[in-house]
């Protein structure tokens, strides 16, 4: 299993950006797919999973900013970043649990200058 996130950057208070990461090694439409991210000397915390149909799920900070999709043609999910803001900053990383094993991405960057 391998995921690999992409899009980061450097991007001013109320910019955008859009994280990629793409999916091998498992069946990728068959499983739900996190994002996470994480600051220096903090816990790695949740952000959105998809779940590959319906709406997706976010944590109470990001709604109405962040949306989360998929294209399963592509074995990728994608996160939209809206309204960004400096406490966005972080390592981002996607998320995958195939069977009992937890996979993560190795992230990509996502600085906000305020």
């Known amino acids: 299993v391998q995921l690999v996130e992409s899009g980061g950057g450097l991007v001013q208070t109320g910019g955008s950006l859009t994280l990629s990461c793409a999916a091998s090694g498992f069946i990728f439409r068959n499983n739900v797919m996190n994002w996470y991210r994480q600051t220096p000397g903090k816990e790695r915390e949740w952000v959105a999973l998809?779940?590959?149909?319906?709406?997706?799920d976010y944590r109470q900070s990001v709604k109405g900013r962040f949306t989360v999709s998929r294209d399963d043609d592509k074995n990728t999910v994608y996160l939209q970043m809206n309204s960004l803001k400096p406490e966005d900053t972080a390592m981002y990383y996607c998320k995958v649990q195939d069977d009992s094993t937890i996979y993560w991405g190795r992230g990509t960057q996502v600085t906000v200058s305020s």
């Open positions: 998809d779940r590959g149909s319906g709406p997706g």
